[in-house]
């Protein structure tokens, strides 16, 4: 090595030779005569143009050694270079080895380098905005690659050192947020971008993958303790979180810096941010009491959705959480049906239908039914009709339609008590609800299995309204609606009850002909499997037995749906005798 430097004009073969010796020499185990050239005043000026290229090579080392037994002369070295050589090549050295760490090593190289880029940043002075907010992506986009803990032991073994990583990234970013808070000139402004975007960031990754422990369950939670430090940067730069939240209802914020405002502020972000307030209660003791719970529940919504419209169980999660605690705020029959004409509040219905009958994940799906639930009796007696009516649309879902028109049977109920009655759920409002509700999709010719939920309600509400409202006092006018609703309902539906039945005993007798030729041909010893037929789908391969307990159970559900409808029948004959 000591050949390799011996004048000031430097090439980039020079460059070149110097790592390669300089490497060469560390990984033989000579580090100290290294350390003693770096040293040596007469190799000042090579060094400060050329050192930071040892950066490679001196990681290399300091992260094969144990944390305890740090090679003393290669901190040395690290430290010299630290303080000679050019602060923005230093940068570039040492950003350049966290981006190119093994996977195996993030974790260790981002601890190994947070303080030397620390001391590099600070050496640039009032021009570093913009190197600590590339210093910090960088950082970031590293530490997100590691797995996140899901169980209270993961977390308090650090088993991914992704708590490590997040306690030492607060540490690194602490004096640059002391620095923003302390000026207000255009440069501590460019400054407080930066570190906005750093906060956004983590809020996004890796904050929004995290489910954070309760404090009972985990009393010292680093990921907790990163979430808190991280809201409270956004307060330390002057960012209101109130602001923050009501983001995507005003959206006519001004940034600082050349970045668009959507991505200065991701969505996500302020999800999570949202997520952490009024979920987690982080940071809550400094959000002011003066908004309203319907305002919040506003600003939350644009958030709900985007966790709902997502499939992992961890956003999912996190929407149906949001959701609950955003919904407990506001008091029971008080959200006006203006609010029905807001986008957020069409498509979170939605999405919540999707969790509730496509996600794989049962505990979800139980608590999105419970959510849904929730948010139907918050709004007012003309939002509830609007709802109904909009779902009863669009959920395609037999499942669901059986739920909604449930809850108007409730209401209706309701409105028949002393000094409940509404306009919405008696006389005329009620039909054009009731005729969405008793209705047959396609007709006599309607799937009445897949149905079989929104026929049986739709039954039930019929008898119940029957029974319930008095023929001389007609308070819901559905006496006066009866003969119509024979015709375009319970007509189609008897029509398309003989029709189902009469092709499922034949199926069942085409089966049993069927299971006694094959009984006949096959050997006791083996089982037959064959396929069955139904509605022009074709079912999965069963065995005699199954199929015929599948026909047997479908006739027993027109059995059920034919014992309603005769005593709806019965009820009208009754009382429209004299």
């Known amino acids: 090595m000591q050949q390799a430097i011996q004048d000031d004009n430097y090439t980039t073969e020079d460059y070149s030779v110097f790592q390669i010796a300089g490497r060469t020499c560390l ?6 005569q290294v350390l003693s050239i770096v040293l040596d005043e007469e190799n000042k000026n090579i060094v400060k143009c050329m050192g930071w290229n040892l950066l490679g090579p001196l990681v290399q080392i300091l992260l094969k050694k144990e944390e305890n037994n740090l090679p003393p002369h290669c901190l040395a070295i690290l430290t010299h270079l630290l303080e000679v050589c050019s602060p923005k090549e230093l ?42 907010g590339m210093a910090l992506s960088t950082l970031l986009d590293q530490v997100a690659r590691l797995p996140v803990p899901q169980t209270k032991e993961q977390e308090e073994d650090d088993v991914f050192s992704l708590c490590r990583c997040c306690s030492a990234l607060l540490v690194f970013v602490r004096p640059f947020v002391e620095e923003a808070k302390q000026s207000r000139t255009p440069k501590e402004d460019e400054l407080r971008t930066e570190l906005l975007k750093f906060s956004m960031k983590s809020l996004c990754e890796p904050l929004l993958e995290v489910q954070l422990k309760d404090p009972e369950t985990l009393a010292e939670s680093p990921l907790r303790n990163f979430a808190t430090e991280i809201l409270g940067i956004l307060s330390d730069i002057g960012e209101s ?23 200065c502020y991701p969505k996500e972000s302020l999800a999570c941010l949202a997520y952490l307030l009024f979920v987690q209660h982080i940071a809550m003791d400094t959000f002011p009491t003066v908004f309203s719970s319907v305002f919040i529940l506003q600003c939350n919504m644009e958030y709900i959705n985007l966790f709902l419209s997502r499939t992992e169980e961890s956003r999912l999660q996190k929407g149906l959480d949001l959701y609950e605690k955003s919904l407990v705020r506001v008091e029971d029959n008080s959200l006006p049906v203006q609010l029905m004409e807001l986008k957020s509040f069409f498509s979170v219905p939605q999405n919540l239908v999707k969790v509730m009958t496509l996600c794989p994940i049962q505990h979800l799906r139980i608590k999105g039914l419970k959510v849904l639930q929730l948010s139907i009796d918050k709004f007012d007696t003309e939002a ?17 339609e059986g739920y909604i028109i449930k809850n108007i049977k409730n209401q209706i109920d309701f409105a028949f008590k002393p000094d409940k009655g509404n306009e919405w759920f008696m006389g005329a409002h009620l039909f054009p609800l009731l005729r969405q509700v008793l209705c047959l999709p396609q007709g006599p010719e309607t799937d009445l299995l897949q149905n079989l939920d929104r026929v049986m309600e739709s039954l039930n509400l019929l008898r119940y309204l029957l029974i319930r409202d008095k023929a001389w006092r007609n308070q819901t006018g559905i006496w006066t609606e009866l003969y119509k609703i024979e015709d375009y309902y319970m007509k189609p ?26 009984n006949a041909k096959v050997s006791q010893t083996q089982e037959s499997v064959c396929s069955l037929t139904v509605g022009n789908e074709k079912m999965p391969n069963m065995t005699p037995e199954m199929q015929l307990q599948v026909l047997h159970s ?25």
């Not at 990984?27 to 100290?32: C, K």
């Open 554 to 578: 479908a006739l027993h559900t027109f059995d059920m749906m034919e014992s309603v409808l005769a005593r709806i029948e019965e009820i009208i004959e009754v009382k429209e005798k004299p």
């Open 27 to 32: 990984e033989d185990g000579e580090s100290a």
């Open 384 to 400: 509830k009709y609007k709802f109904f009516q909009c779902m009863l649309k669009t959920s395609h879902h037999a499942g669901v």
């Open 91 to 132: 940068l570039v050295g040492l950003l350049e080895q966290v981006e190119e760490a093994h996977p195996d090593s993030i974790a260790e190289t981002v601890i190994l380098l947070l303080q030397p880029l620390q001391k590099v940043l600070l050496r640039l002075g009032s021009r570093k905005a913009s190197s600590v």
């Open 493 to 518: 539906l008897r029509t398309g009850l003989n029709m189902s039945k009469a092709h499922y005993e034949a199926e069942l007798q085409n089966t049993k002909d069927n299971s006694k030729k094959t």
């Open 241 to 263: 979180l109130p602001d923050l939240l009501s983001h995507s209802l005003l959206r006519r914020r001004e940034v600082p810096g050349f970045l668009e405002e959507e991505v």
